[in-house]
């Protein structure tokens, strides 16, 4: 009876024959408390099944008995000491094996044994060290593109400056100290910025999910010159359609940022776009309502990509690609033949995959052509393959390669512009020359092709006039030095009108318009400090919105409206979303408090990705791609009949992560349904 005075008994109920039943699951267990205590622990042991439903709190108290006494078992320095010292005298082998003893294996060692010995040394504590974090990884189905996070290493050399006997945070103390500590942080972050809206002003961007069980979450995040802010996450699937609650929504938006400092919202065509566009713009006389630039370039180049012989380049291309990716030896010597790199890009959306897959494979055509005509690839067994000789076809036909060096020319100036637009950074004051330079680069490359040109050009035109030209981008294209001043720039004329009438938005009084007309001409004709030397060498090196910032002073009024427009953004594209852990918020099936905790963590850790993202603005990344392959996309996935077993060849004799789109293994072996933050 002197068990039951273990305080875990409270966690079960005793049972007859030296058996136990988990309040918790309701599980019956055979050999009493030890093996309940390893149940709740959650700590892989032999014949015992972790509890599925039991609290973090009660996990981390009877971790901490476990921990305890083990420790209890052998607590004395002094002793461990003196077993070093007498094992070190030759012939003590008591004293070797009392040593041996007292270091207790912990139960994730007992899972996973070392193969061998090894003796205390710095390359064998790196070793254990990556092992066990290896072991972490595995364990807990963590996505292996965590590793290239700043914050991994950041974490590990914290850790390592503790030395021995750290021992880190529980779940409950990372579910309610840290994670109150750190949202602090990140909102006073947030605080700091919001003092540069007066100058600046800022934009909402509404950033929208839907499916097909009529769920709807949209984000609203708030961008300025400094870095976009993640506001919050909103569930609007009850009145997704009704256009009065989701213009009531709105006004809640603005109103938590002050409707003076709110120069633009950016909505994309999911949602009732004309009704909420026109309630705003009728209550709030100086916000503009724009729709989402980067989501009309994708657009228009989907709508490419369904020209009939875009479309069979496109296929053609694809053939080749899923020869290679689905046979082991093929993305061996493949990879051997371009020198590591892929033959195929993943991007943003499905159409800038195909154009910049297409773009890789024009680079690598020569050595292409090289493998498939190699010795090497004529005794492989892949070479007796019927796609073989589909693929040399392809490779030998000038009229394909023509066809991709087409598609190329005609994708690259829209590539360009969604690389401008999805940066986060303000873009406003480019969007429009570069849409009239990507249909002027049309007209050059089919001066000889009238039917070509006229069906790229309907394309392009379609989607410019009825969803992405905007007053705003015209005012911002004239304000902008870089275009104002450039004799090459023929469009000037055709954007004033929609200039003053964004002027008259802005200033909408005679006295906040007063000498405007004079600051206009010191701008347009470079007078005063407009056309200083330094002004003019800055005019294209320096962001517009700085640019005023520095030398409009000579015309203070017409300055603040231009800082306002040059400083925003024209894009909801910001970074990859990941929806399910959006959907994972509202999900009915969850209490206030995890609804709580989700909310803080999903805000943490979107701020946390867009901080990350404006520091990497500078680096070489291209916004448009992901580092890893999608594995499951048109230009890997066979669709007809797969064996069982056929993915498992694409990865070949070594899987280095290179070939493996993490997320999509990541949602593959994991499911899309499995907690996250184990709420």
Known sequence: MVREKDVCWEYA???DGNKVKCKFCLRVLNGGISRLKHHLSRLPSKGVNPCSKVRDDVTDRVRAIISSKEDGKETSSAKKQRLVAEAKSPGNYSAIKALVSVETPSPIAKVFPSITHMGPSSSNDAENAERSIALFFFENKIDFSIARSSSYQIMIEAVSKCGHGFRGPSAEILKTTWLERIKSEVSLQSRDIEKEWATTGCTIIADTWTDNKSRALINFLVSSPSRTFFHKSVDASSYFKNTKCLADLFDSV?????????VQIIMDSTLNYTGVASHILQ????????????????LILEDFCKIDWVNRCILQAQTISKFIYNNASMLDLMKKSTGGQDLIRTGITKSVSNFLSLQSMLKQRSRLKHMFNSSEYSTNSYSNKPQNISCIAILEDNDFWRAVDECVAISEPFLKG???VSGGKPAVGSIYELMTRAKESIRTYYIMDESKCKAFLDIVDGRWRNQLHSPLHAAAAFLNPSIQYNPEIKFLGAIKEDFFKVLEKLLPTSDMRRDITNQILLFTRATGMFGCNLAREARDTVSPGLWWEQFGDSAPVLQRVSIRILSQVCSTSTFERHWNTFQQIHSEKRNKI??????DLVYINYNLKLARQTKMKSSEADPLQYDDIDMTSEWVEETENPSPTQWLDRFGSALDG?????????AAIFGSSDTIFGL
């Open 418 to 420: 969604l690389r401008e």
């Open 283 to 298: 209550n709030y006389g100086t916000v503009f309502v724009s729709p989402c630039a980067s989501q009309c370039l994708n």
């Open 594 to 599: 995890d609804k709580e905790t989700l909310n």
């Open 254 to 262: 603005i109103q938590d940022l002050g409707p003076e400092n709110v």
């Open 658 to 666: 290179s070939d493996l789109n993490t997320r999509q293994f990541n």
């Open 13 to 15: 109920e005793k049972l």
